[in-house]
């Protein structure tokens, strides 16, 4: 909209298996569903590492900084942990981040740590990453995790009694793949 008197980013911290990608790949379907116009760059930071890296090696930088920094109207970028030690890429990321942050574009990043507690991080990279909201993803309580194992046993047509539920909801903690994958081992072996 044009508004910049708020950051326009949104940098998301999970574990693994807590849902960033499918919260991530949730918000570019419904751009591309509701905003078809809008140019959406929807990478992982190794994606966007390694794209960078070629541009360097073929001397056509200025093909990459023009795809990002002017035709980019939201950026998503994941795992950004992995830039870790990677002066040259948080340097070019630094300087798009600025780009696009200055001219209203909409970014958002995740990690499976907080911009703080990243080593091996430029300071001015991470002060970027930090500009905005800041969103934690926790593990799943007890409750949660009950009613993800039966929504999960649902979906594979399996049903397990309540104390099997109790069993692994308290067994298996944090990660719902791996609750997910209770559920599918199950049912195979049922």
Request: charged share 25%; with cysteine.
């Amino acid at each position: 909209n044009g508004d910049t008197s708020f950051a326009p980013s949104l940098y998301i911290n999970a574990g693994t298996g807590l849902g960033k990608s499918h919260l991530t790949h949730a918000v570019a379907h419904s751009i591309a569903n509701n905003f078809p116009g809008t140019r959406l760059h929807y990478l992982t930071a190794p994606q966007f590492s390694s794209e960078m890296v070629s541009r360097i090696r073929s001397n056509s930088m200025d093909v990459f900084k023009d795809k990002y920094h002017n035709h980019c109207d939201v950026l998503l970028i994941e795992d950004v942990q992995s830039l870790t030690g990677k002066v040259k890429t948080q340097e070019e990321l630094n300087e798009l981040l600025d780009v696009l942050m200055k001219t209203g574009k909409r970014i958002i990043l995740t990690g499976s740590t907080s911009p703080r507690e990243l080593s091996n991080i430029d300071d001015g990279f991470r002060s970027r990453m930090s500009a905005g909201l800041i969103s934690t993803i926790n593990p799943p309580d007890l409750k949660t995790s009950r009613l993800i194992i039966k929504r999960k046993a649902a979906n594979c047509n399996l049903q397990i009694d309540d104390d099997l539920v109790e069993y692994l909801a308290q067994c298996i903690r944090g990660d719902i793949r791996k609750l997910e994958s209770a559920i599918v081992g199950l049912k195979a072996k049922s």
